[in-house]
Nanobody, 123 residues
């Protein structure tokens, strides 16, 4: 059974930093892709970043240069380091995983989801 649990969200001022974690109760090295998505109130869930089994990464344009996705296979944990946060980054952030290599920033390519952690950035 796949279980993903996010943590690390909180409230910060613009320009601040947060690191999100996603603990997997399973070997994350078995996933071919893992990702972070976010959903702001009244908006659709959007892909933020993905990391593939070969270590390659993809970021949505709005976070390039500010966010870094990484994973620690020994700890079965996915991370999202978020720097230079902006009010528009405010959203619920979700961890996602798939055993399929056909992953992208499209939410439909991911089968497993965590419950989310809230990030609020004030100006």
């Amino acid at each position: 059974q796949v279980q993903l649990v996010e943590s690390g969200g909180g409230s910060v001022q613009a320009g601040g930093s947060l690191t999100l974690s996603c603990a997997s109760f399973g070997y994350i090295s078995s996933y071919l892709c893992m990702a972070w998505f976010r959903q702001a109130p009244g908006k659709e869930r959007e892909g933020v970043s993905i990391i593939r089994g070969d270590g390659s990464t993809t970021y949505t344009d709005s976070v390039k240069g500010r966010f870094t996705i990484s994973q620690d296979n020994a700890k079965n944990t996915l991370y999202l380091q978020m720097n230079s946060l902006k009010p528009e980054d405010t959203a619920m952030y979700y961890c996602a995983a798939t055993f399929s290599p056909l992953c992208s920033l499209n939410r439909n390519t991911f089968a497993y989801w965590g419950q989310g952690t809230q990030v609020t950035v004030s100006s």
